[in-house]
């Protein structure tokens, strides 16, 4: 089965468009409780895959529930490690606390406002460390020297390539206080706790995101598998048949789930 989160696409509850990475890791669970009810379904031969920042937390939720007998992740996102120490743990200390009062003292216009204000998962910081306010969502052009990265998400959520009027990244953001539970909810603290359950990784060779799965492959203990898909950056694994290694995870689940 697939789903869409808690608050997003087509799921239910409100406030729309808020990332919970207690609630997030739970929503795999409560997948498996959903189809280990159905008679088709062999409760022991239950596996989940995910990808990008979801991907993270399906390996959180696998840490904690048993019922979850192999994960395979592709373009993994860390996202608390994203949200609470940046790209590659660029915030220094200072910054951090920075981030912290920022998002704090956004509460208080929200609660003023009776109602929230948006922003991106990260809360971009200038040259100078200092933060920099105000909404933040995809812009609806690039500027004529984009950062690669942003090129990458653009080329995929402001076109026909992954464009939906209800996505998140589409026309939209995140909530701008949505990072503030992502610092107190370290996802990978108890990876090796997925063991002897299977693990398997998969990045592109060239993604800015390479680093999460290398760093989780090293922590996770046996059986894992990290697969390192050549000339792939971090999006083409989302939707670029000719490159997505069909064939690594269908053994591997195959294999896992002894199907």
Known sequence: MAFDPSFTGESGGNVRNVASPDIYTEDFSAAVDYIGLLPSVDRNR????????????????????????????????????????????????EQRRMVIDYLSQQRWIDAENGNYSLGLHEVPVDEKGNIVKGNRVLPDSLPGDPNPVLAAFFDYYRTSRGYHPRSINSTTAWTATTPASFFSFPMAANIEMISPRPVMLIAGENAHSRYYSEDV????????????????????????????????????????LNL
Do not use: Q, W
């Not at 989940?48 to 979850?68: N, P």
């Not at 894992?224 to 995870?249: G, N, Q, R, S």
């Open 46 to 93: 239950i596996g989940v895959l995910g990808i990008c920042g979801l991907s993270g937390m399906a390996l959180t939720a696998a840490t904690s529930d048993s019922r979850i007998k192999a994960v395979a992740t592709v373009s993994m996102y860390d996202m608390s490690r994203s949200m609470s120490r940046s790209y590659k743990d660029g915030y220094t200390l």
């Open 217 to 256: 492959f090293k922590e996770a203990s046996d059986p894992k598998e990290l697969v390192i898909v050549p000339d792939a950056d971090h999006v083409d694994l989302y939707d670029k048949t000719d490159m997505i290694p069909f064939e690594k995870l269908e053994s591997f689940f195959n294999e896992s």
